[in-house]
Every structure is written in C-alpha cells, then in structure tokens.
C-alpha cells in the first residue's frame, strides 16, 4: 500500500534495450536481474530488433538500460551505479 498522497509504481522502473545472441546484453541482464531482485524491483527487456525506431536509435550502443525512462548506461551496467540510481527516486 502506497502512503497517502503519493502513486503507486506504474511498472518496472528498468528497461534493458538489447538483442538476441547478444553477448553484453547477457551480461547487462545478469547484473540487472541481480540488482532488481536485491532492491525489490522489476525490469523489462524489449529487443531493439523488433521495433525500426529503438533499432535506428540504439543499434550501435545495446545493450542501453533506462531507469525510470531515462537513459542510464549503455554496453556494461555498473551494478553499484544502478543500485544508487534505483535507491535515489
């Protein structure tokens, strides 16, 4: 239950923007995964492959994670900078 006042969360506050065969998506995700499960949070994965528009604008720089919708970090996830991203809003 959300304190009086404030809304509840619309969803996972973490996006990773990857692709399949994708050997640094892999390890973004595994860093991900470990650090959502640790804070209680939840992400989403979308494959850049499956919409023009996301591959057009980050083919070159997958895997890109976001955080609360903005752009985060891209190629190697840093575990200790997304747990303090996480932990900030």
């Known amino acids: 239950?959300?304190?009086?006042?404030?809304?509840?969360?619309?969803?996972?506050?973490?996006?990773?923007?990857?692709?399949?065969?994708?050997?640094?998506?892999?390890d973004a995700r595994a860093v991900i995964e470990a650090v959502c499960a640790e804070l209680g949070e939840s992400y989403v994965e979308v494959d850049v492959d499956e919409d023009p528009a996301l591959l057009a604008r980050y083919s070159e720089e997958i895997p890109v994670t976001l955080v609360d919708g903005r752009?985060?970090?891209?190629?190697?996830?840093?575990?200790?900078?997304?747990?303090?991203?996480?932990r900030r809003s």
């Open 71 to 86: 752009q985060h970090d891209f190629w190697r996830v840093d575990p200790d900078r997304l747990r303090a991203a996480l």
């Open 1 to 26: 239950m959300s304190e009086p006042g404030t809304l509840p969360p619309a969803g996972p506050r973490v996006t990773l923007y990857g692709r399949v065969g994708c050997h640094l998506c892999d």
